[in-house]
């Protein structure tokens, strides 16, 4: 499922997570989006799940250009999603933590996405604000971010570029279009975490598993 809409006026460009909520969130695409805070989530005290979902072109005027998640001892899972050209005017290019949140990242590619004030270095992947914010990650691949961990592929040598089939440049953002389908000879086949993700298929349709392995 394809979701734009544009939250400008507000937070959560697409989506809006309040207290006490626990969506699952499967197989969606957020594209071209845009808010003050959370491009196109924004997850306050709430514990959602996202599953074989991509986040691509959208954009917070402040915190978090994809997802902002702000729960106060409350887990965001991310299982198999890809997060390419989103962009945020403050920090947190794709993802912003907040408080006491906790985000865990499965079989997840971040890659690509940057602030209005860099476009490198860590933050342009994700910030955590707070003294007891903190994400995991697990068979994944954030830019900027080294492979210690389970699984892990190095996000600070360029060889391991997803190489996603159409990347849109995160300072067109909110943009639509581009696609993360992985290519050929991408690092992230079949590097993923079989058991993390229950789906039979992705969302595209395909079979999520393929050749015995699950792809990031």
Do not use: K
């Not at 492979?147 to 089939?165: C, I, K, R, V």
């Amino acid at each position: 499922q394809a979701i734009r809409t544009d939250g400008l006026e507000g937070v959560g460009g697409a989506l809006y997570n309040g207290p006490n909520a626990s969506p699952s969130i499967i197989n969606c695409a957020f594209r071209g989006n845009r808010s003050l805070d959370g491009g196109a989530i924004m997850n306050r005290d709430s514990t959602p799940t996202v599953i074989n979902s991509v986040f691509q072109g959208n954009r917070a005027l402040e915190e978090g250009g994809a997802i902002f998640t702000n729960a106060n001892g409350r887990t965001l899972d991310c299982i198999n999603c890809s997060f390419q050209g989103n962009l945020s005017d403050s920090r947190g290019g794709a993802l912003y933590i907040f408080g006491s949140a906790t985000v865990q990242l499965i079989n997840c590619i971040i890659w690509n996405n940057r602030t209005s004030l860099a476009a490198t270095g860590q933050a342009s992947s994700l910030s955590i604000s707070g003294f007891s914010g903190s994400f995991t990650r697990i068979h994944s691949l954030v830019q900027y971010y080294g492979s210690d961990g389970t699984g892990n592929l190095n996000g600070n040598h360029a060889a391991n570029s997803p190489q996603f089939e159409a990347e849109v440049d995160p300072l067109s953002s909110p943009i639509t279009g581009g696609s993360l389908r992985l290519l050929g000879g991408s690092p992230a086949l079949g590097a993923g975490l079989n058991s993390a993700n229950t789906q039979t298929t992705d969302i595209a349709g395909e079979p999520r598993i393929s050749g015995g392995l699950i792809d990031m």
